[in-house]
């Protein structure tokens, strides 16, 4: 099983939709859990962290359930420049600070 | 806002060569990691560090590889003998904790070993 892996996409949705990324993880130790975002050839850019109580930042919603061991993020009225690839991302908890990466799923919002 | 810098962007260099990848962290950061990704395939974990030593490294980390914070502001990676696979984007991060503290990616240094 994949240590973090993703909905394999792309998804292709119209501006104005809402859309919805998940993500499981194998490992029930795992501490900490983000959202970054790619755009094509460029670096990983922090979208958002994710806590177990859910947080909200602007039209982004994270939610994460540890017992399903399950990441989500669901992004409202989804723009143009919303078009990327949404990578889900998890520390295990180890001192020295490893990230663990899924293969991402790639958005495109058309006009 | 502060932001991760490396130098070069690109770097070209022939198979079995050394070459060094520089990255000047954001300036109260206390820990370093390297990252590499091959086209088209996930972000990998190398190396962290922190406190002038590595704190941990994958299986990818081998031998041919180095990370030196030789002053201040730098870290570096050095890979001895380069091969063809090597040929990655190797991303440089920083953080101002450790586990648990997200974590801030420079533009990346694109490699191609020929």
């Known amino acids: 099983r994949k240590e973090v892996e993703q909905d394999p996409g792309p998804f292709n949705v119209p501006e104005g939709a809402t859309v919805a990324f998940n993500c499981t993880y194998s490992n029930s130790a795992s501490q900490s859990f983000f959202w970054y975002r790619q755009d094509c050839r460029k670096e990983p850019k922090l979208l958002m962290s994710?806590?177990?109580s859910g947080n909200e930042d602007g039209r982004f919603t994270a939610q994460l359930n540890r017992a399903s061991q399950y990441i989500s993020l669901l992004i409202r009225d989804s723009k143009l420049s919303d078009s990327a690839t949404y990578l889900c991302v998890v520390n295990e908890g180890n001192q020295g600070g490893k990230l663990i990466f899924g293969q991402g799923t790639e958005l495109s919002v058309k006009p | 806002e502060p932001e991760v810098t490396q130098t070069p962007s690109h770097q070209v260099t022939q198979m079995g060569q050394e070459v060094i990848l520089r990255c000047v962290p954001i300036?109260?950061?206390?820990?370093f990691y390297w990252y590499r990704q091959i086209l088209g395939q996930k972000v990998e974990f190398l190396v962290s560090?922190?406190?002038?030593?590595?704190?941990?490294k994958s299986e990818i980390f081998d031998d041919q590889f180095s990370v030196e914070r030789p002053d201040g502001s730098n870290f570096t990676l050095k890979i001895r003998s380069t091969k063809l696979e090597d040929s990655a984007m190797y991303f440089c991060a920083s953080s101002r904790g450790g586990s648990g503290q997200p974590q801030h990616f420079g533009d990346g240094t694109r490699l191609s070993i020929l």
């Open positions: 560090f922190y406190n002038n030593e590595i704190s941990e």
């Open positions: 300036s109260n950061h206390l820990y």
């Open positions: 994710v806590y177990s």
